[in-house]
């Protein structure tokens, strides 16, 4: 079963949205709480990292009995150098950002821990995709 | 998961019910559908937090209580007593006043809930410091408990082990009897309640006390004493001599009671919408780090509590005054003296489990099937969140429909798209309505609320 979310970038008021969305339906889906928290904390922070650094992006999460698996796929400066942006506490952030709480860095390496696949691709000035995978 | 049975104090009288859709509309776990023209509380969802009662335009939601002859099964028939019952009354009425016009009533003892407030808050602090899952989340409000374990099933762990003071309170006197020599059968404590709620966690789900032995309605008790003060002639009457709370346990009940008073970052949130909101915040982790989060059903805490007579914002400074008349008066009991007879039971609780009622089906599979069907009904399904097919919803009452609890012809929209392809006749759409909303509902009737001979 696939959902569909667009994430507009910049808008800080409506992020968390796909997240809520995606919790509700995994509650519903009787998806163990241990697990649902950890894809919506990694989702948050993905579906932020959009907001804070893309013009736009889609969310696309896909539920099979096996897995769940979220792809973010966005429009915007994409990362150079992605060992580094996977550092804890490395941030390109600009103050403002930082002022309303984010940007601590901390970002992808917390996608990280909290999903059992990830996997992030880019190409600067067009964009970034970020997929993270969990087993059930 | 083990399963139990769970006791709900909110029920609905089928002959007042006309089946209108304002508590099926405010009822925030999505727990009341209309059957047969009256509200169904479904069990497994209420979290007993009253705003049914509260919006119910005829009172046909009441709450189970106990019967106050039933004090006279015990020899020594104790009330005990939150202090937003006497924030109800003027502050010229004192306390003690207040509290012997009980001992008229029949009660032997008058107690205070709040009795126990410092050695919780004690407690409170303790675990919200030891504790791995941040914020630590009150037990205070039993709505909330419930709430947790119904639609927050994640935050389960963060929830304190530690026992509300009414509890704590309620064992501590019955000890206290107990020392003075009366025997345990022969003491009855009844505590004064301001909600559904507390009546829910008194009577029934978890192992949350049993040194309580029934509820008396607040509202009731109010009624029954206001008239006897009001008709007492002021002479010289012997009162009662009560330890004094301090002005911290006078407010604890009310909104930033426990906040204020907790170490670390503390955030109160109160009215249990607003506490939804805030709890899907804090499971998406966009809260910061706070230490002690106080959570409670009501606007204003327990001064907005569905059995409270007065209003919630009145009662709130009242007790606030009471509060700033006891802050030059020292003579407050310390409960360190009584240490020996507090047990840890008495003022802990074990871990609560979860009890997810939210979740389409056991089987993650078929849960699957099921929202794939809950999905493509929608496309059907006009999205106006009418209420009129008896479900909350749209997506509601493609559930039900998933569930087999519900049709698709219970959409009053679908039924008029299913006439002009001729699939339904007119007499049968009539049938459906009555079936949700009750024989004959669609007849003229004048004497319904707000018709023109209403109440002949």
């Known amino acids: 079963m696939e959902f569909i979310y667009e994430v507009e970038g910049g808008n800080f008021t409506k992020a968390g949205n796909a997240s809520s969305a995606v919790k509700k339906t995994l509650k519903q889906l009787n998806v163990n709480p241990k697990i649902v928290k950890r894809i919506v904390v990694a989702l948050y922070e993905a579906e932020v990292n959009v907001v804070a650094h893309a013009y736009k992006g889609v ?16 429009e915007g400066p994409g990362i150079p150098d992605i060992d580094l942006a996977m550092k804890e506490g490395f941030s390109t952030a600009s103050s403002k950002v930082r002022e ?14 909290n999903v059992d696949d990830l996997n992030v691709s880019s190409i600067v000035d067009k964009g970034t995709k970020v997929e993270m995978k969990t087993y059930l | 998961m083990k399963k139990q049975q769970i006791y709900h104090a909110l029920k609905v009288d089928h002959d007042i019910c006309y089946g209108c859709t304002h508590c099926m509309n405010v009822c925030p776990t999505d727990a009341i559908r209309i059957n047969d023209g009256k509200a169904l509380i479904l069990k497994k969802r209420c979290v007993d ?20 002859k039933n004090i006279f099964d015990f020899e020594c028939r104790v009330a ?7 924030g109800q009354f003027p502050t010229s009425i004192t306390e003690e006043e207040i509290f012997s016009v009980m001992h008229e009533l029949g009660f032997t003892h008058v107690f205070q809930a709040e009795f126990m407030v410092d050695v919780i808050n004690d407690l409170m602090n303790e675990q919200s410091l ?4 941040k914020p630590l989340i009150s037990t205070f409000c039993p709505s909330i408990i419930r709430l947790i374990q119904v ?5 389960t762990d963060n929830i304190a082990t530690v026992n509300p003071p009414v509890n704590a309170s309620a064992a501590f006197y019955r000890k206290m009897l107990i020392k003075q020599g009366i025997a345990e059968e022969q003491i009855g404590i009844f505590y004064v309640t301001p909600c559904a709620a507390k009546i829910a966690a008194i009577k029934g789900f978890e192992k949350y006390h049993d040194s309580i032995n029934g509820v008396i309605n607040m509202q009731y008790l109010y009624n029954k004493l206001y008239v006897k003060i009001k008709n007492s002639t002021k002479e010289e009457k012997e009162l009662p001599v009560l330890p004094h709370l301090s002005s911290k346990s006078i407010q604890w009940s009310l909104t930033r009671g426990e906040a204020d008073n907790m170490n670390g970052k503390c955030l109160a949130v109160d009215e249990i919408h607003n506490v939804i909101e805030f709890l899907e915040l804090l499971e998406n982790d966009e809260i910061p780090v706070v230490d002690f989060l106080e959570l409670r059903a009501c606007d204003q805490g327990c001064a907005g509590g569905v059995l409270l007579h007065g209003n919630r914002f009145l009662t709130v400074e009242r007790l606030n005054e009471r509060a700033r008349q006891l802050e030059n008066d020292n003579e407050g009991v310390n409960w360190k003296e009584h240490k020996e007879i507090i047990k840890d039971k008495d003022l802990f609780i074990s871990k609560l489990d979860s009890l997810p009622a939210m979740s389409l089906d056991q089987d993650f599979s078929e849960a699957l099937k099921k929202m794939e069907r809950i999905r493509n009904l929608m496309c059907y399904l006009p999205g106006i969140d009418c209420g009129a097919c008896g479900s909350p919803n749209c997506s509601a009452l493609a559930e039900d429909i998933v569930q087999r609890k519900a049709n698709l012809s219970n959409c009053v929209f679908l039924q008029r798209t299913m006439e002009k392809s001729k699939k339904l006749s007119g007499e049968h759409a009539i049938r459906l309505i009555e079936k949700t909303w009750g024989k004959d509902r669609l007849d003229k009737d004048c004497r319904k609320k707000g018709a023109k001979n209403e109440g002949m």
């Open chain 1, 59 to 74: 969310i696309t999460v896909n539920i099979t009995p096996e897995h769940i698996n979220i792809l973010l796929d966005d």
């Open chain 1, 100 to 113: 309303m709480g984010f940007g601590a860095g901390m970002g992808l390496p917390n996608i990280k821990k």
């Open chain 2, 49 to 68: 937090c009253g705003e049914c009662l509260k919006v119910c335009p005829v009172d046909a939601i009441f709450v189970e209580q106990d019967d106050l």
């Open chain 2, 80 to 86: 005990l007593v939150p202090s937003v019952f006497t």
């Open chain 2, 130 to 133: 030891t504790n791995e899952d």
């Open chain 2, 151 to 155: 639609k927050f099933p994640s935050l």
